[in-house]
T-cell receptor
């Protein structure tokens, strides 16, 4: 079993829809959770970053962490064609340690249809 | 503009050849990382460096080598010992202090001729 599981999609939605992207994980020691957006042939771009449980909102994006269920989500409101990309979740045990090693999901491919 | 620059964008390797991928950052970050991205497998850590003249192996270091002679630069060499080098290679860096996330360059796509 992988440490981080993410549905690869593709997920196709109409413009303006609310998008829900999810990851599950098995290591209860994970404390830092990130979502990256990756356009084709580009590097991942940090979208959201949360520590421990709870919600974080930034514009049209909301990240949720449920540590009791080992489940994280990214919601995109009023989705736009420019949101079409691969979304990667990533997580780490901590930043105080030597490596800041990130464990990534495989990514979900999102297509927002105009 | 501050950022991470990877070059070249595309690289082709012949059998038995070593190739070197460049990664330069002007963010004054101490830590730098190399990842490999394959379809359906996510990103896997090859090597990382927390300070100049020091680096550690990641999860898939076999067939790769790195150096860290300058803070700004962390080149990756894909040696002939790496039998399956075709992949998208990503360099990342991170600032000092807890809570600093990793930021990525735009990658180098390596293919076999």
């Amino acid at each position: 079993q992988k440490e981080v599981e993410q549905d690869p999609g593709p997920l196709s939605v109409p413009e303006g829809a609310i998008v829900s992207l999810n990851c599950t994980y098995s290591n209860s020691a994970f404390q830092y959770f990130m979502w990256y957006r990756q356009y084709s042939r580009k590097g991942p771009e940090l979208l959201m970053y949360t520590y421990s449980s709870g919600n974080k909102e930034d514009g049209r994006f909301t990240a949720q962490v449920d540590k009791s269920s080992k489940y994280i989500s990214l919601f995109i409101r009023d989705s736009q064609p420019s949101d079409s990309a691969t979304y990667l979740c990533a997580m780490s045990v901590g930043y105080g340690g030597a490596t800041n090693k990130l464990i990534f999901g495989t990514g979900t491919l999102l297509a927002v249809q105009p | 503009d501050g950022g991470i620059t990877q070059s070249p964008k595309y690289l082709f390797r012949k059998e038995g050849q070593n190739v070197t991928l460049s990664c330069e950052q002007n963010l004054n970050h101490d830590a730098m990382y190399w990842y490999r991205q394959d379809p359906g497998q996510g990103l896997r850590l090859i090597y990382y460096s927390q300070i100049v003249n020091d680096f550690q192996k990641g999860d898939i270091a076999e067939g790769y080598s790195v150096s860290r002679e300058k803070k700004e630069s962390f080149p990756l060499t894909v040696t002939s010992a790496q039998k399956n080098p075709t992949a998208f290679y990503l360099c990342a860096s991170r600032g000092k202090g807890s809570g600093q996330p990793q930021h990525f360059g735009d990658g180098t796509r390596l293919s076999i001729l």
